[in-house]
Nanobody
Framework: QVQLVESGGGLVQAGGSLRLSCAAS????????MAWFRQAPGKEREFVAV????????YYADSVKGRFTISRDNAKNTVYLQMNSLKPEDTAVYYC???????????????????WGQGTQVTVSS
């Protein structure tokens, strides 16, 4: 069982930055793929970024590539999402998700993830 707790959301002006954190419980954090998803009002949950359990595997959605950076600190059981050059369309609830290591990379569908945090609100004003 893995418990995930997100933090770092808030209100920011367009062009600004935020850093989200996701703290995970459990001793096997390093064996999980860790991802960020987001969900805007009236829309489906969408993939943002993922960092694999092994090596430097990282993958981004096209909509955030070049602006967002995902990273993980296995010693702290924490995954981060640095968000720069934020746009109003980035406004959403951001969720951290985890899944045990699988046979390929990346996994980008929400139903492929086993554990979810409660979400943190990010609002970008124009």
């Amino acid at each position: 069982q893995v418990q995930l707790v997100e933090s770092g959301g808030g209100l920011v002006q367009a062009g600004g930055s935020l850093r989200l954190s996701c703290a995970a419980s459990g001793r096997t954090f390093s064996s999980y793929d860790m991802a960020w998803f987001r969900q805007a009002p009236g829309k489906e949950r969408e993939f943002v970024a993922v960092t694999g359990w092994s090596g430097p595997n990282i993958y981004y959605a096209d909509s955030v590539k070049g602006r967002f950076t995902i990273s993980r600190d296995n010693a702290k059981n924490t995954v981060y999402l640095q968000m720069n050059s934020l746009k109003p369309e980035d406004t959403a609830v951001y969720y951290c998700a985890a899944r045990s290591r699988g046979d390929y990379f990346p996994y980008i569908r929400a139903d492929e993830y086993d554990y979810w945090g409660q979400g943190t609100q990010v609002t970008v004003s124009s």
